[in-house]
């Protein structure tokens, strides 16, 4: 990991606590590894444990959560009382400051999504600016992973505004990036995604690597892996200055 990497991921790291709602425990609650009653128990919360709100939108009826101790979880919503209005720098509280006027998704893409119910849609359509770096190490001319399901696995280091749409996955496991993904890019060598992009090719480019470029797409969180943030599936990446 470079010194420029090792700083984002202190600067990020510090900052959440300033960018996430605060609770509290309303009643004795369960901690959870997912959002659901039959997940690995994390811990135990007691009423008046005090909490930080990962994330506002609740999955399955369950809020991502933080202890004092430094836990992080899923609860039952129910089961807690959220404190704080969410930042001003939450794209979720403003819609119009991540999706301005003329940002259009195309809803059929997603018609061409291997397994689709993996992906837990935070925004359907949001437009996020930063800079393409590289993925693989120098593997790929252009910078991105060719996935056996066919999809591009970016990288967009995005700009300041919108750190805060990044979370743990994305700071443990893509170099503090944004995963972007741009589906039915690739041939596709995986047997049970084929049917996802028969007949059909993705045409959008993919900018060279250090463009500085603006993404449209959904806003999603993968459940697979280490359930990092993504813009997926990709609808349009421009080049701007």
Known sequence: MNLRTSLLLVVLLSSVPLLSQQAIV????????????????????????????????????????????????????????????????????????????????????????????????????IAVTGTIVDATNGREPDGVRHEADGDTHGWLNVDSQFQDLLNQGNLSNEGGNLVFEIVCKFPVTQADAQPACSAYHNSIAVPPVGSHVRVVGSYVRD??????????????????P
């Open 26 to 125: 309303r009643r004795n609650a369960i901690l959870r590894t997912e959002p659901n009653s039959t997940s690995s128990i994390e811990g135990h919360l007691q009423v008046n444990d005090k909490l930080t709100l990962l994330d506002p939108t609740p999955e399955h009826g369950y809020l991502q959560v933080r202890t004092t101790g430094g836990q992080e979880g899923w609860v039952f919503s129910k089961y807690i009382k959220v404190l704080a209005s969410p930042s001003s720098s939450d794209p979720s509280a403003d819609p119009e400051a991540s999706n301005p006027a003329g940002t259009q998704c195309d809803d059929t893409l997603w018609q061409h999504v291997y397994h689709p119910n993996r992906l837990i849609v935070k925004q359907p359509c």
């Open 223 to 240: 459940t697979n892996h280490a359930q990092w943030m993504e813009i997926h599936p990709v609808s349009s990446i421009t080049v701007v």
